[in-house]
């Protein structure tokens, strides 16, 4: 039987049935599948959020939701970033804009890199409010693995602010990116255990607030079970683990598949994953690896991982991993992975779902209608 939806569920989302062109079979939204996704969020009983929301709170959405609109409103799809990293020193702030309007970016979630707290990224928010999410700092950097219970302290105070959505990207288990290795980074080889004081205290947070958080954390084998007991353990929390199917070191890794990806979906409820990849030919120079393994050495996904984009588009988004030492590379990176291997080979409710769709609902709460 075809899904039933409330009527108020057909009447939020009617005004915006006209913005698709039916002959267009990219931008084509046809009023079943909008509804669907309208309602993708309603059969997680999430709990409600600790922070209240208030008029400024709205405001930053509505700024949000007025950008998103304007992009449907040509016909195109726009996409949410929630994995960027700012550099005050050495990110061109109008450059990265520049991209956003050419790309139809509609708003990027940047964590600040390098200072005591995400003041930054609230201020870039104020400044720009359709673009810029305000987000804690990146867990990228020595604040981070050195201190990391203070860094939380000052992530808390932040978010009890309420003017905060989202959390940066929190390193784990990280290994030097290629720029990195090539530089002879090994300082970058990181690793704070996951299951330990500190990781129990972001996922609670995570849940405790429902704002989403990001997790580095490389595919091997013997740092899954950790994971797990983590998710497990804290099943409200919103998590985003970076980089789908990024296997560095093939020999590290067994079980990680579509298959058991697939399993740690169905098992925790506030787990999704970001698409922040590198491209299909890309070797991690340290093993020798093709680390890519969602796609086919020509571009194509690989028939598992697409079908489990389909199955379940509501845990995956795309994502550019966007930080200064590769600006240069974003808006190919973004014309041509992102859209070109990623989005455009989607069915059309995936599509949306998976470049913006999943987004707004982790950092306002609520389905996009």
Avoid at 293 to 313: C, M, R, S, Y
Avoid at 328 to 353: C, G, V, W
Wanted: proline letters at 8%; glycine letters at 4%.
């Amino acid at each position: 039987m075809p899904t039933q939806f409330p009527r108020w569920v057909e009447r939020e989302t009617a005004c915006a049935m006209n913005i698709f062109n039916e002959r267009s079979p990219t931008m084509h939204f046809n009023r079943r599948a909008l509804l669907t996704m309208a309602t993708a969020s309603l059969a997680y009983p999430w709990p409600a959020r600790a922070i209240p929301n208030s008029p400024s709170r709205a405001k930053s959405i509505a700024a949000w939701r007025r950008r998103i609109e304007s992009i449907l409103g040509k016909r195109r799809v726009p996409i949410i970033d929630l994995q960027a990293t700012y550099s005050a020193k050495q990110t061109n702030l109008s450059k990265v804009m520049a991209y956003m309007d050419e790309l139809d970016v509609a708003q990027t979630a940047f964590a600040v890199a390098g200072e005591q707290d995400g003041a930054l990224s609230v201020e870039l928010h104020r400044k720009y409010p359709e673009y810029f999410i305000p987000t804690t700092s990146s867990g990228e950097f020595p604040r981070w693995w050195n201190s990391p219970d203070a860094f939380l302290d000052v992530s808390r105070a932040e978010l009890q602010t309420g003017d905060f959505f989202a959390m940066g990207e929190h390193e784990f288990r990280h290994y030097p990116s290629p720029e990195q290795a090539a530089a002879g980074r090994l300082d970058r080889d990181i690793t704070v255990p996951i299951d330990s004081p500190i990781g129990d205290k972001l996922f609670a947070m995570s849940a405790e607030f429902q704002v989403p958080f990001q997790i580095h954390y490389e595919i091997e084998d013997a740092l899954l079970p950790a994971l797990e007991a983590m998710l497990e353990r804290h099943p409200k929390a919103l998590t985003i683990w970076c980089h789908l199917g990024l296997v560095r070191y093939p020999n590290r890794n067994t079980r990680y598949s579509p298959a058991y990806v697939r399993s740690l979906i169905e098992r925790f409820p506030g787990l999704h994953f970001d698409l922040a990849v590198s491209g299909p030919k890309s070797v991690y120079t340290p093993s020798g690896a093709r680390d890519a393994t969602i796609f086919e050495p020509n571009g194509k996904i690989v028939d598992a991982w697409l079908a489990l984009l389909e199955q379940h588009p509501d845990r995956f988004m795309v994502a550019t991993d966007y930080r200064p030492p590769v600006e240069n590379s974003m808006p190919s990176y973004i014309a041509n992975l992102q859209r070109k291997f990623i989005l455009d080979t989607l069915s059309e409710r995936t599509r949306h779902l998976v470049a913006y769709g999943n987004a707004w609902r982790l950092i306002t709460g609520s389905a996009w209608s």
